[in-house]
């Protein structure tokens, strides 16, 4: 049962152009959410993060968006670099402290 | 120098094997994990410890075990390897308190069983 889910396994994006990458999830106990950016031979890093009080996220040129209705987050890169091509992982958890289930990936690649 | 380390970085082994990762770190983080990556699934919790004594399951700990030596140490075990657990082994860090939901990972430990 996959309890956070990241439809799109890849994207293509061009240069300076917006990347919109998207996570639903079906757990509504889940109040917390992150994005990772993972690089080939890398673990995983922590890119922004969100608590569902918000409906918004701003760090730069990466902004969060929750829609606690309709269960869904988005992450938009605005705008796009090549050095932003990697996988980017949706995570959540049901309390800021609690251990953190992830979605499948989105691989993404900018075009230069 | 990494602040979470994972030893072995590649390991190839043969079924039936028993095999051991290791993971440390200098982040002074009372919480471990251990996830294995493999395509299409994303990350996957396996075990995680909230402090040196305590051991919890994740979502696919059948086939593993843990240990938790010390409050810098989390080793991930093998009883007996087989080719379905070829995968990216994760091992991460997060520190107790508010928002304190942000993983550290190490570099991962690709193992091979054949």
């Known amino acids: 049962d996959q309890q956070v889910k990241q439809n799109s396994p890849s994207l293509s994006v061009q240069e300076g152009r917006i990347s919109i990458l998207n996570c639903d999830y079906t757990?509504?106990?889940?109040?917390?959410f992150l994005w990772y950016k993972k690089y080939p031979a890398e673990g995983p890093t922590f890119l922004i993060s969100?608590?569902?009080?918000?409906d918004k996220n701003e760090d730069g040129r990466f902004t969060v968006f929750l829609n606690k209705s309709a269960k869904h987050l988005s992450l938009h890169i605005v705008p796009s670099q090549p050095g932003d091509s990697a996988v980017y992982f949706c995570a959540a958890s049901k309390s800021s402290g609690d251990k953190l289930t992830f979605g499948t990936g989105t691989r993404l690649a900018v075009r230069p | 120098d990494a602040d979470v380390t994972q030893t072995p970085r590649n390991r190839i082994t043969k079924t039936g094997k028993r095999i051991m990762l290791e993971c440390s770190q200098t982040?002074?983080?009372?919480?471990m994990y251990w996830y294995r990556q493999d395509p299409g699934l994303g990350l996957r919790l396996i075990y995680y410890?909230?402090?040196?004594?305590?051991?919890n399951k994740g979502e696919i700990s059948d086939g593993y075990s843990v240990s938790r030596q010390a409050q810098a140490k989390f080793s991930l075990s093998l009883e007996s390897a087989i080719p379905n657990q070829t995968a990216l082994y994760f091992c991460?860090?997060?520190?107790?308190?508010?928002?304190?939901?942000?993983?550290?990972f190490g570099e991962g430990s690709r193992l091979t069983v054949l």
């Open positions: 982040k002074g983080h009372d919480r």
């Open positions: 757990n509504s106990m889940f109040d917390y």
């Open positions: 410890s909230f402090d040196v004594k305590d051991i």
């Open positions: 991460a860090t997060s520190k107790q308190g508010a928002w304190a939901g942000e993983l550290f």
């Open positions: 969100i608590s569902s009080i918000k």
